[in-house]
């Protein structure tokens, strides 16, 4: 599974007060699985990912587009096929997709 301590950070600011025993049970999951998510660790499960939006409240189809962003920038990233401008482009369009459910928030 990928790791990106930058998707850690994102998925644990969403959950708010919320606690990852909390959020758990609401998935019907183990708590090490959001710990393993906000230390970093993309599920492969897409699933999983829309699972932990509907928990802590935010649109599942976004959540899933942001951890495929972030799993192919750390996969690609891995493989040593990106250029420092390759890599700035992508954390741009993540950055724009958390601009965009952020408006859609308000």
């Known amino acids: 599974m990928p790791y990106s301590t930058q998707w850690g950070m994102y998925v644990k600011g969403l959950a708010g007060k919320k ?9 019907e999951m183990s708590p090490t699985l959001v710990q393993n998510m906000w230390r ?5 499960s897409m699933e999983t990912v829309r699972k932990y939006a509907k928990a ?13 962003l972030y799993s192919s920038e750390v996969y690609l990233r891995a493989q040593g096929d990106l ?4 890599i700035a482009e992508i954390l741009d ?14």
Request: charged letters at 40%; glycine letters at 4%; aromatic letters at 0%.
């Open 40 to 44: 970093g660790r993309i599920p492969e």
């Open 83 to 86: 250029s420092d401008d390759t």
């Open 19 to 27: 606690s990852q025993l909390q959020i758990a049970s609401e998935m």
């Open 93 to 106: 369009l993540i950055n724009r997709d958390k601009e965009a459910a952020n408006k859609q928030r308000r």
């Open 56 to 68: 802590v409240g935010v649109d599942p189809d976004a959540l899933e587009r942001r951890a495929q």
